[in-house]
């Protein structure tokens, strides 16, 4: 089955400054590749996707990158503010048992500083 | 406004009892999922189900059981409740597709369930 492994696992950041989450992925023949953010006490919601027919995607101050090839992803968030302190999800959809289903990475806790 | 509702925020349960969790959303969404979360470990899946009556195993289904009797419903059940079985619970629903439409999961608020 798919694996996902997710770096670093806390990030602690200066408000304004750039962060960046790493995520690779086993499984070749996975095609879709979100990101979560989980804000304390909170449930995960979804903040940006990206398919595997795109390289860059970009919403606001966020932004997701994929190489293929190499079998990675990343999430870029710049100009950070107290309200991007989180913890971050990425993910990788695969099929089996005739369903398609999300492999989760272990999270990263993304704290700026003020 | 799409909503997925777990029945319990925080639940305590005694060693030994037999737990349900419920979850129901409203979206008539295919498949369902429940994740446990524990700091550290991540979202990890224990069982999902793609239809009505179906059931599969995720990563950890050990100790769990699964009830899909009606598309908008899924429940987990904790035969023996052990203090291992301590975490948070998450559901989670979407869409099933062969394209590419939108495969994000929609999440549910958790339930935390402690098992003294």
């Known amino acids: 089955g798919e694996n996902v492994e997710q770096h670093p696992s806390t990030l602690s950041v200066q408000e304004g400054d750039s962060a960046v989450i790493k995520c690779t992925y086993s499984d070749s023949a996975s095609n879709y590749f979100p990101w979560y953010k989980q804000e304390l006490g909170k449930r995960p919601q979804l903040i940006i996707d990206i398919r595997s027919n795109v390289g860059e995607k970009k919403d606001q101050r966020i932004a997701v990158t994929l190489n293929k090839t190499a079998k990675h992803f990343s999430l870029h968030i710049t100009e950070t503010q107290p309200e991007d302190s989180a913890v971050y999800f990425c993910?990788?959809?695969?099929?089996?048992?005739?369903?398609?289903?999300?492999?989760f990475g272990k999270g990263t806790k993304l704290s700026v500083i003020p | 406004d799409v909503k997925v509702t777990q029945s319990s925020r925080y639940l305590v349960k005694r060693t030994g009892e037999k737990v349900f969790l419920e979850c129901v959303q409203d979206?008539?969404?295919?498949?369902m999922f429940w994740y446990r979360q524990d700091p550290g470990l991540g979202l990890r899946l224990i069982y999902f189900?793609?239809?009505?009556?179906?059931?599969e195993k995720g990563d950890i289904p050990e100790g769990y059981s699964v009830s899909r009797e009606k598309k908008e419903r899924f429940s987990l059940i904790l035969e023996s409740a052990s203090t291992n079985q301590t975490s948070m619970y998450l559901c989670?629903?979407?869409?099933?597709?062969?394209?590419?439409?939108?495969?994000?999961?929609?999440f549910g608020s958790g339930t935390r369930l402690t098992v003294v």
């Open positions: 189900s793609y239809d009505v009556k179906m059931k």
């Open positions: 993910a990788a959809l695969g099929v089996g048992a005739g369903s398609y289903q999300l492999t």
């Open positions: 989670a629903s979407s869409l099933y597709g062969q394209g590419p439409s939108n495969y994000g999961y929609t």
């Open positions: 979206m008539d969404h295919e498949n």
